[in-house]
């Protein structure tokens, strides 16, 4: 509004995509998108600019776009470099390194990263001072400086209670009234009270009894399949069902027992996404051994990523031996 000049960025061209809609919705156009056509969305590729060519023509081009939008990667190519911005906003900040951050800061007077490093950090081959990023750094070090977003627009009461509680000093609402009382049955030609009694409340917890093998529970995986089948069955559409488990040998196992329409995968694949159902697999049993059990981040996107129902499916002997879970534990159960 103020005429200043910004540069859109984030992590993932699946984030710039949808900040790009977003700046549609309030009838925002002048923007053009940097980056490769099969990186860009279908629907994005009228803002796409093409970057063959001389390099110094590009950046002439670019010049006179009020708004940029890249990934923070494509902020280092040299026709981005040569650009200056009033302000750069970045997206998805708590999953960058800080190189990869100021890629996008440097380029600009002012800028604002927009995050949350209760969630994933970046991802790095070893452990190093990469594991933390400028996000998370700088809320650290000035607080002040940090201004928690604490409406959400994506679950419904029941189920954003416990990452609230545990995560965000119970700070975190639903937007609206709306969005707090979604429910199954509000979905197109679904009989949510058709559901198998354990199934029908907003968050429940199954333990099927399994036996983990490795970073496998076959009996467990069975039990994911079945689920999915019952929510199918009262009309529930597949591509509003995610499966998240924490291992991808654990992953294989559910995909080769639901039908292929069925999202499964593990946390990292499912940050940034949503859906109606979410159910979780946490495979292990008698204690949890694994490092990956001990950062509770993951747990949290895990649990953030359904909108109406979440199915929790474990051993709930192992998960009681933590107090993180036994907590978890007693949400699902309505305590």
């Not at 201004?147 to 937007?175: I, N, T």
């Not at 429910?183 to 983990?212: E, H, T, Y």
């Not at 949290?300 to 036994?326: C, Q």
Request: glycine content about 6%.
């Amino acid at each position: 509004r103020s005429g200043e000049r910004v540069l859109l960025s984030a992590f993932t061209n699946r984030a710039v995509d949808n900040a790009i809609e977003a700046l549609e919705e309030q009838g925002f156009t002048d923007i053009v998108r940097w980056g490769s056509e099969s990186g860009v969305r279908d629907d994005m590729q009228e803002y796409r600019m093409e970057r063959s060519g001389d390099p110094r023509e590009r950046a002439a081009e670019l010049q006179d776009a009020q708004v940029v939008a890249a990934t923070t990667a494509a902020c280092g190519s040299r026709a981005l470099k040569e650009q200056a911005f009033d302000v750069a906003v970045v997206d998805e900040a708590g999953q960058l390194t800080e190189p990869g951050t100021f890629l996008a800061t440097n380029l600009a007077d002012q800028f604002v990263l927009v995050g949350d490093h209760e969630q994933l950090p970046p991802v790095v081959r070893a452990e190093n001072d990469l594991q933390e990023s400028l996000f998370e750094r700088l809320i650290e070090t000035y607080p002040e400086a940090g201004v928690m977003l604490d409406r959400q627009y994506r679950m419904s009461q029941r189920v954003q209670w416990f990452s609230s509680e545990e995560f965000y000093d119970g700070q975190l609402r639903p937007a609206s009234g709306e969005v707090a009382a979604q429910r199954l049955d509000q979905l197109s030609g679904v009989d949510a009270d058709a559901l198998p009694s354990d199934l029908r409340n907003p968050v429940s917890f199954i333990d099927p009894d399994g036996r983990a093998d490795g970073n496998t529970n076959r009996i467990e995986a069975d039990r994911v399949a079945e689920i999915v089948q019952s929510f199918r069955d009262v009309g529930v559409d597949p591509e509003d069902i995610g499966v998240i488990a924490p291992f991808r040998a654990q992953v294989a196992e559910i995909s080769r027992r639901v039908p292929a329409d069925i999202a499964v995968d593990t946390v990292d694949r499912f940050q940034g996404s949503s859906k109606e159902v979410i159910v979780i697999s946490f495979v292990a049993t008698e204690d949890l051994e694994s490092p990956i059990f001990e950062d509770y981040r993951r747990v949290n996107v895990a649990l953030t990523r359904a909108k109406k129902s979440l199915v929790l499916v474990g051993d709930a002997r192992a998960l009681a031996t933590v107090p993180f879970y036994e907590r978890m534990l007693n949400w699902a159960d309505g305590d």
